[in-house]
């Protein structure tokens, strides 16, 4: 079974950073690609970002493009998102998502990837 856990949200300030986290297990990691997508209040489900462990290859919506860093631990099954420059508008509840798929600009199918977790949320002050 397919498992993602997410940590690391919380309340920052316009301009700071956080790193969200997302564990998973029960699937070979080397696999999936492996992303995020993000739902604030009222609005449609948004695509971040998105990695493939098996070769590191990246994509990112160009809202967070320059800003937010997309990696993986793949000894530890874990990816990260590395937020800095935050910004008011990236508050939001941040899932983490999964699927067995392959190419470029993953981001933009992220939010319907077959698997995710529970989501964590980010509030960015002004």
């Given at each position: ?7 690391g949200g919380g ?99 992220v939010s319907s ?14």
């Amino acid at each position: 079974e397919v498992q993602l856990v997410e940590s690391g949200g919380g309340l920052v300030h316009a301009g700071g950073s956080l790193r969200l986290s997302c564990a998973a297990s029960g699937f070979i990691f080397e696999d999936y690609a492996i992303g995020w997508f993000r739902q604030a209040p009222g609005k449609e489900r948004e695509g971040v970002s998105t990695i493939s462990p098996s070769d590191g290859s990246t994509s990112y919506s160009e809202s967070v493009k320059g800003r937010f860093t997309i990696s993986s631990d793949n000894a530890k099954n874990t990816v990260y998102l590395q937020m800095d420059s935050l910004k008011p508008e990236d508050t939001a509840v941040y899932y983490c998502a999964a699927d067995q798929i392959y190419g470029p600009n993953l981001h933009l199918l992220v939010s319907s990837f077959g698997s995710r977790g529970q989501g964590t949320q980010v509030i960015v002050s002004s």
